[in-house]
């Protein structure tokens, strides 16, 4: 009850200092804050009244992810249709700042995710790039597609601040066009959105592109892979209630939870890897995340290539955590509907207060069996409760987790940034109850959490569709993680 109204009080923080922030920039920003509002408005809600000890059922849920979708869709095309209204409109600067100067910074910091170091002080003046290329460049420009008004230096490219005049994709796309036909692959041209929400321009070296897995990295994922495994096997020798390093000779008692991990894991990455070469994307290899409780934490997995649009970026993050995920529930109905008298494990009933579905889904399939103190469960129960935990670490919106990556690909890098934040604060509060949170938090802010590269086309919005799915994936995993509070539980018949 106190985490959860801490982690509405900070909700509610992160919102008023979004407020904030987005007054500078009049009916835009305040459009896009009230689309954060939105997002995260069905959620305080519903674990407001949670933590209230009130439960809304399936229907209520459905209408608050419902019009919230509906709502954010709406909210969106005022936004898109006020944007392009203001392309051509320049906003007022504070006095003690010159407008240049300002824009300058604006344009430089909206590119900091490109894996490029900033322009060094002094440096501001000089173009890395050769003048004969620059020339070339800046003829791709005209009055139909991106009117160039400025060339700005930024550390091996350029950014060429202007109006966009035609829709971002084909802008993006006919631009592109021209510099390979003046240019051949040398350079990447990026659309992309400064902090003043005004479409620019950036050209790099194709030198900056992402680099590819080195030996040393291959090496590094060949020893996660064989740590994973054994610590899949100490997870299943927990279950069976030994220790794998004092008595090994057992190990073969430990292989089938093993198997069924090494399933969950390779079905996800399998998602990952078809949507991406479905779109020519280059990944690396995972690099797992072994973890004595569970088995393994999930992986981490990088892109190799400059993806095309946020379409993409959605698409390849939700394939991955869409397929492990089903697979998951899929273990854990089918070892519900298995479970009798006699199975092979006997866990507390008070166990399955510990997720909102996973109690939700046994009380339907085990019916009054929850209000003994045991309870008979097959094996492919715990497989598949595990599986859904793993997927829904990986689905929390932060950083560069496919959870991170769909809020991205959907709301863009600034809402990302503000999720993610909101993502840490409830994991430290977490970690005051249960210290994996902590070990996940370490996770995130050492290797996971900066936003992914700026896209090639990184102003087009994918479609409604995919705001919907996002949405609901990122339900379902709070759904997966969070747990039942005593009353509600009792309400359920969940528990002795």
């Keep these: 009850?106190?985490?959860?109204?801490?982690?509405?009080?900070?909700?509610?923080?992160?919102?008023?200092?979004?407020?904030?922030?987005?007054?500078?920039?009049?009916?835009?920003?305040?459009?896009?804050?009230?689309?954060?509002?939105?997002l995260m408005g069905p959620w305080l809600l519903f674990f407001g009244l949670f933590a209230l000890g009130i439960y809304i059922n399936l229907a209520g849920v459905l209408v608050l992810v419902l019009g919230s979708t509906g709502l954010y869709i709406y909210l969106g095309r005022r936004l898109r249709d006020l944007g392009q209204d203001m392309l051509s409109t320049q906003r007022?600067?504070?006095?003690?700042?010159?407008?240049?100067?300002?824009?300058?910074?604006?344009?430089?910091?909206?590119?900091?995710?490109?894996?490029?170091?900033?322009?060094?002080?002094?440096?501001?003046?000089?173009?890395?790039?050769?003048?004969?290329?620059?020339?070339?460049?800046?003829?791709?420009?005209?009055?139909?597609?991106?009117?160039?008004?400025?060339?700005?230096?930024?550390?091996?490219?350029?950014?060429?601040?202007?109006?966009?005049?035609?829709?971002?994709?084909?802008?993006?796309?006919?631009?592109?066009?021209?510099?390979?036909?003046?240019?051949?692959?040398?350079?990447?041209?990026?659309?992309v959105e400064n902090l003043e929400q005004k479409p620019t321009v950036v050209v790099l070296p194709a030198t900056a592109d992402p680099v590819k897995t080195t030996p040393a990295q291959w090496a590094l994922a060949?020893?996660?892979?064989?740590?994973?495994?054994?610590?899949?096997?100490?997870?299943?020798?927990?279950?069976?209630?030994?220790?794998?390093?004092?008595?090994?000779?057992?190990?073969?008692?430990?292989?089938?939870?093993?198997?069924?991990?090494?399933?969950?894991?390779?079905?996800?990455?399998?998602?990952?890897?078809?949507?991406?070469?479905?779109?020519?994307?280059?990944?690396?290899?995972?690099?797992?995340?072994?973890?004595?409780?569970?088995?393994?934490?999930?992986?981490?997995?990088?892109?190799?290539?400059?993806?095309?649009?946020?379409?993409?970026?959605?698409?390849?993050?939700?394939?991955?955590?869409?397929?492990?995920?089903?697979?998951?529930?899929?273990?854990?109905?089918?070892?519900?509907?298995?479970?009798?008298?006699?199975?092979?494990?006997?866990?507390?009933?008070?166990?399955?207060?510990?997720?909102?579905?996973?109690?939700?889904l046994a009380r339907v399939v085990l019916g009054s069996a929850l209000q003994e103190p045991l309870v008979d469960i097959h094996p492919l129960t715990i497989m598949g409760w595990l599986g859904l935990v793993i997927t829904a670490l990986n689905l929390m919106p932060a950083g560069q987790l496919d959870g991170g990556r769909m809020v991205q690909g959907i709301y863009g890098r600034r809402t990302l940034n503000r999720t993610t934040l909101f993502t840490l604060v409830v994991l430290a509060l977490v970690a005051l109850a249960n210290p994996l949170a902590l070990y996940w938090a370490a996770v995130i802010v050492f290797l996971q959490r900066t936003p992914e590269r700026p896209c090639l086309n990184d102003i087009s919005e994918p479609n409604d569709a995919r705001a919907a799915l996002g949405l609901l994936a990122l339900f379902l995993a709070l759904t997966v993680l969070l747990p039942l509070t005593p009353s509600l539980a009792g309400r359920l018949g969940i528990g002795g």
């Design 222 to 360: 060949g020893v996660l892979a064989i740590a994973t495994l054994f610590t899949g096997l100490e997870a299943g020798a927990i279950l069976q209630g030994f220790d794998l390093l004092q008595d090994f000779s057992r190990w073969r008692a430990a292989l089938p939870f093993l198997v069924a991990l090494l399933v969950i894991l390779g079905t996800h990455e399998a998602g990952h890897w078809v949507t991406a070469r479905r779109y020519n994307i280059r990944l690396s290899p995972p690099f797992l995340i072994p973890a004595w409780q569970i088995g393994a934490f999930g992986s981490l997995t990088r892109f190799e290539s400059l993806l095309p649009n946020r379409s993409v970026l959605f698409d390849i993050a939700l394939a991955g955590p869409a397929a492990g995920g089903l697979v998951s529930l899929a273990m854990l109905l089918g070892g519900l509907l298995l479970s009798h008298p006699g199975s092979a494990f006997q866990i507390p009933s008070g166990f399955f207060q510990g997720s909102i579905l996973i109690g939700a």
């Design 1 to 38: 009850m106190v985490v959860t109204g801490l982690i509405l009080l900070a909700a509610i923080a992160i919102l008023g200092w979004g407020y904030r922030r987005a007054q500078p920039y009049g009916s835009v920003g305040i459009l896009a804050w009230l689309q954060s509002v939105v």
């Design 92 to 191: 007022p600067l504070p006095a003690t700042v010159s407008a240049t100067e300002e824009a300058n910074q604006a344009d430089r910091e909206s590119l900091e995710q490109t894996d490029q170091p900033s322009p060094a002080p002094g440096d501001t003046a000089k173009l890395s790039i050769p003048a004969e290329d620059l020339a070339q460049i800046e003829g791709i420009f005209g009055l139909d597609t991106y009117f160039r008004t400025e060339t700005i230096p930024y550390d091996q490219g350029a950014i060429f601040r202007g109006n966009l005049r035609g829709e971002p994709a084909a802008t993006q796309a006919q631009l592109a066009a021209s510099l390979k036909e003046r240019l051949g692959d040398r350079y990447r041209l990026f659309l």
